[in-house]
């Protein structure tokens, strides 16, 4: 008894270093006009690294990751290898901030192993999308059929604002739901009302 107490809370105490030396931080916003936003991308020196389909498989045992608050997903970017990656719950602040823990797999094996563990795949939801390098940052522009064009920037809080000034995007379009949230909205209601949560009016205001 003494030693499984002991392994147990060896994993606790783990799983917590984990979830704060392997940290996502990023913010996600509603693009009106990708070909502007492109442009000035690019004039900021950003390079493009990859660019293509992308499809999404969600991973779950009888919703017991969901109930944690964890994501389990295997992901298929064009013709590249695929990517694992579990999620932790999300943590408080201004940006969507969460434990991530990636590593790139063998597509058709990597399934297997989850099946084999009595994983089912629970959700999929595919996009388009183009990721760039912009200094030490990662960003993306992402397109989903019915919900249009946003753009991801992933990095520290004070990388992910000043992006977002220098390409001047407005505090009213960051979007805080998730892809498969926006996709599930998306098909129970008016395009105009579910995207946007309720009718917008622009006022100028920049990201700060």
Not at 7 to 22: D, S
Not at 151 to 170: H, M, V
Request: charged share 35%.
């Amino acid at each position: 008894m003494a030693k499984q107490k002991l392994e147990q809370y060896l994993t606790r105490q783990f799983e917590k270093h984990v979830a704060r030396t392997t940290v996502e931080i990023e913010q996600k916003y509603r693009v009106s006009d990708v070909d502007s936003l492109r442009k000035k991308l690019i004039r900021l020196g950003a390079r493009k690294s990859t660019k293509g389909y992308e499809r999404n498989e969600l991973f779950d045992m009888d919703g017991a990751l969901r109930r944690q608050g964890r994501k389990l997903r295997l992901r298929r970017h064009g013709e590249d290898k695929a990517v694992l990656t579990l999620k932790g719950p999300r943590q408080g602040g201004l940006h969507k901030t969460r434990m991530e823990i990636e590593t790139r797999v063998d597509y058709e094996p990597a399934k297997r192993i989850l099946e084999l563990l009595s994983f089912r795949v629970s959700e999929t939801y595919s996009k388009l999308r183009e990721e760039y390098k912009l200094g030490s940052c990662t960003v993306c522009l992402d397109y989903i059929a019915q919900c249009g064009w946003f753009f991801e920037i992933e990095g520290t809080p004070k990388q992910i604002n000043e992006i977002a000034r220098k390409l001047e995007l407005n505090d009213l379009d960051r979007e805080h739901r998730s892809y498969r949230k926006l996709i599930k909205q998306q098909l129970l209601g008016p395009p105009m009302m579910r995207l946007g949560g309720r009718p917008r009016a622009r006022t100028g205001r920049k990201a700060q």
